[in-house]
Nanobody, 114 residues
Framework: QVQLVESGGGLVQAGGSLRLSCVAN????????MGWYRQAPGKSRELAAL???????KYADSVKGRFTISRDNAKNTLYLQMNSLKPEDTAVYYC????????WGQGTQVTVSS
């Protein structure tokens, strides 16, 4: 059973930075893609950033130039470096992995104060 555990969320002032981590309980090499999704209160879950097994990345327009997604296969870890954070980035951030099935972490709260 694949398990994904996120960490790194917290409270930060606008303009600040956070780095989220997502550790898998096994190898992430087999996943065709991994991504970070976010869900703000009263809104649907949306894709923030995605990386495939070849290292190709995709970002939501709202985070382009501010967020960077990366993966370390040796550490079975997915990262999301978030810079220049804005209050509208406030959400629960979920790690996602696509393999035989789609897997989700439990989420980590990111709160950006103005």
């Amino acid at each position: 059973q694949v398990q994904l555990v996120e960490s790194g969320g917290g409270l930060v002032q606008a303009g600040g930075s956070l780095r989220l981590s997502c550790v898998a309980n096994g190898s992430i090499r087999s996943f065709s893609s991994m991504g970070w999704y976010r869900q703000a209160p009263g809104k649907s879950r949306e894709l923030a950033a995605l990386i495939d097994s070849g290292g190709n990345t995709k970002y939501a327009d709202s985070v382009k130039g501010r967020f960077t997604i990366s993966r370390d296969n040796a550490k079975n870890t997915l990262y999301l470096q978030m810079n220049s954070l804005k209050p509208e980035d406030t959400a629960v951030y979920y790690c996602n992995a696509v393999g035989f099935l789609r897997y989700w972490g439990q989420g980590t709260q990111v709160t950006v104060s103005s």
